[in-house]
Structure formats: structure tokens, C-alpha cells
């Protein structure tokens, strides 16, 4: 009833503040989210790209197809490789990296490059693209205390899609003002932040993952076994 919802609220908004006290969750909000425009900002102007050079709307899915069909594919074996580095050191390895692909579209933008070789960064992109999506979620899982790891996860989906809103505003108004090849350049600048963030923080691992390291079958046997995880992970399909 009413007095349930209520408590619910009050607990979300405990929750919440437990993030704000925690430093390190207040240094990853920042930097992400910074970061997440940025990566927006880019995903238009590439597309942008590709449709201007081709006119083309099979060449700007496909295009689209190299950054997410790595990610598929990889992502499920890419916890072996977070496991071994760990959550940060994984996140900084992805966000130096991230910010070279994007230095090299500003590049290819910048010299009139042809369309094809805007494809190689796109799936340069995706493959590093498979580390980092489950490297934040288990830094969230470090960083959170752990009554509030539901909510970090909720702001980080948060700030993700606001991103998705942010971001191709400030690509078109970058394309419009200065050129295509600042919303690039932009998105190479926004990782510093992040990466700063990342190397102020001294993240807490949260039990040991060294003893329960798994291969990406194994999570897949182990899904297919759990049937509230399956349960989900088909809703979520």
C-alpha cells in the first residue's frame, strides 16, 4: 500500500546518498557520464560520416554492425581478462585506448579519409567496447557499498541514456559551428576526466574473485543452469 511505497522511496533515496558519501562513486559519476556524451557525440558524427560519403543507409547499419557485433561476441569471455587486471586497471587500459581510436577518426576525418577505412576504428571500437562494458559493472560492484549496489547500477543506466539525449546535441551543434572533426576531437578530450577519475580512485575488491574465475562457457553453462538468471536474461531479450 501507500506506507510500502513510502518506505520504498525513503530506501532509494538512502540508497542514493550512500553513493554521494562514497568518493570513489562520486569520481566514477563524473568522469562516466562525461565520457558517455562524448562516446554519443562521436557514435552521430561517425554516422554522420558515413552518410554524407555514401548516402547510403546499409553503410551506415553497417557501420553501426562493426561497433556492436564485437561486443556480442567477445563480452562473454572478456571477465577472464577483467579478473586477471582488475576493474580498474582493465577501465584504464580501455579508456587510453578508446581515446586513441578516437584520435584516429578525427585523423581520417581530418585528411577527407575514404569511407572504408572509417570502418576499421568502428571495429577497433567494438572490440574494446566488449572489455569495458563488464569491467564498469564490476568496478560499480567494488566501488558501491553493498546495500546500494542496485542503485549505482540504476545511475549508471541513468547517466547512460541521458548521454544518448546530451551527446548528439553537442555532436550536431560541434558539426555545425566548427566541422565534423571536432565531435571527434571531442570525444578524445572527454576520456581525460575519466581517466583521471580512475587514477584517483583505490577501489575495495568486494570477496575474491581469483577463486572464482570462470571461461565464457562456463558462464553460459552456469546461466543455463540458474533459472532465475535465465529467467531474466530472457525478459531482458
Known sequence: GPCLGYERRMADKHDFRLLWDTR??????????????????QQTALMWTVWNHTHSSASVALVATCMQLPVLFLAPFSGRLIDDMGPRA??????????????????????GAPTWAFFIPAAVIGCISSVDFPAQQALLA?????????????????????????????????????????????????????????CSMNPSPRGVRAGRRQTGWQGFFETERGSDMLRILSLVA
Open 90 to 111: 582493465s577501465l584504464l587500459f580501455v579508456e587510453v585506448a578508446l581515446a586513441f581510436a578516437a584520435l584516429s577518426l578525427y585523423a581520417l576525418s581530418s585528411c
Open 142 to 198: 567494488d566501488i558501491a557499498p553493498p546495500t546500494a549496489r542496485a542503485a549505482a547500477i540504476t545511475l549508471n543506466t541513468s547517466s547512460f541514456v541521458a548521454a544518448q539525449m546530451i551527446g548528439p546535441l553537442v555532436s550536431m551543434f560541434l558539426i555545425r559551428h566548427i566541422g565534423i572533426a571536432s565531435a571527434f576531437l571531442f570525444n578524445a578530450v572527454t576520456f581525460l576526466p575519466l581517466t583521471a577519475c580512475l
Open 24 to 41: 570513489e562513486c562520486r569520481l566514477w559519476f563524473a568522469g562516466q557520464t562525461t565520457s558517455f556524451i562524448g562516446t554519443w557525440a
